[in-house]
Nanobody, 114 residues
Framework: VQLQASGGGLVQPGGSLRLSCAAS????????MGWYRQAPGKQRELVAA???????NYADSVKGRFTISRDNAKKTVYLQMNSLKPEDTAVYYC?????????WGQGTLVTVSS
């Protein structure tokens, strides 16, 4: 099983980015999909998560700015990030939970800077 994350890059404050993470291989009935981030010198933290049924939760710092969504048929999770701030700069990782197993993507760097 592999999770391929994409969509990171350099963006100015106030800008937007859309991250994608697609799973491939023998992974089925993905219950939980989420995005985490890790800034330099800080611990990895949950940004947003979504269940198979579509229930979501967000870190307080991104509520109202980020939106998580998923496409079960494509085994893909998305993170739409709007009104980006310099403090959103981090490596973003996707994670999926399926059949009692935990899978991580390789990370994609998001840099918010003018």
């Amino acid at each position: 099983v592999q999770l391929q994350a994409s969509g990171g890059g350099l963006v100015q404050p106030g800008g937007s980015l859309r991250l994608s993470c697609a799973a491939s291989g023998s992974i089925f009935m993905i219950n939980h999909m989420g995005w985490y981030r890790q800034a330099p010198g800080k611990q990895r933290e949950l940004v947003a998560a979504i269940t198979r049924g579509g229930s979501t939760n967000y870190a307080d710092s991104v509520k109202g700015r980020f939106t998580i969504s998923r496409d079960n048929a494509k085994k893909t999770v998305y993170l739409q990030m709007n009104s980006l701030k310099p403090e959103d700069t981090a490596v973003y990782y996707c994670r999926m939970l399926a059949s009692g197993n935990k899978y991580w993507g390789q990370g994609t760097l998001v840099t918010v800077s003018s």
